[in-house]
């Protein structure tokens, strides 16, 4: 190879090397930013808490509104596994969560790059069920 060609080479490289960091640059600056799980308007997470619920040997709604994730644990010292699932849980339908174990319904990002609504999950439509006594603890996040 020429001195001639290995010039051209050499300046086709660093050619090379600065239009991707323009474009790089272009990119991060028109690029939609995520944002922490928040309340509407507020740029702040929020993680509510509720008080412990004991079960009653049947299945009822986790609660009302809505959340970006949701975290359920059972204590340590129920006699059963605690279900999680929709409408027709029950002692044997459901996701189990043994005793002392817990679930996490993990946050739903929005998709601003699709332009799309944000997501959440609406606990009323979200059941548990606990054996008569058992108990468990809910987390949610808005």
């Not at 944000?118 to 996040?141: E, F, H, M, R, T």
Request: proline share 6%; with cysteine; aromatic share 8%.
């Amino acid at each position: 190879m020429s001195v001639q060609n290995e010039k051209r080479l050499g300046s086709l490289i660093w050619g090379g090397l600065a239009l991707f960091a323009m474009l790089m640059v272009i990119f991060l600056t028109i690029a939609p930013r995520t944002q922490a799980q928040s309340a509407p308007g507020t740029g702040r997470a929020i993680m509510v808490s509720g008080a412990d619920i004991a079960g009653d040997g049947s299945a009822h709604v986790l609660g009302t509104g809505v959340a970006r994730w949701v975290q359920v644990n059972c204590a340590a010292a129920n006699s059963a596994a605690v279900r999680l699932g929709d409408s027709n849980t029950s002692a044997t339908r459901g996701a189990p969560m043994p005793a002392g174990g817990g679930m996490m319904l993990p946050p739903i990002p929005s998709a601003p790059t699709y332009q799309a609504p944000d997501q959440y999950y609406d606990l009323s439509k979200i059941y548990y069920y606990a054996a008569n006594g058992d108990k468990i603890s809910l987390v949610w996040g808005m």
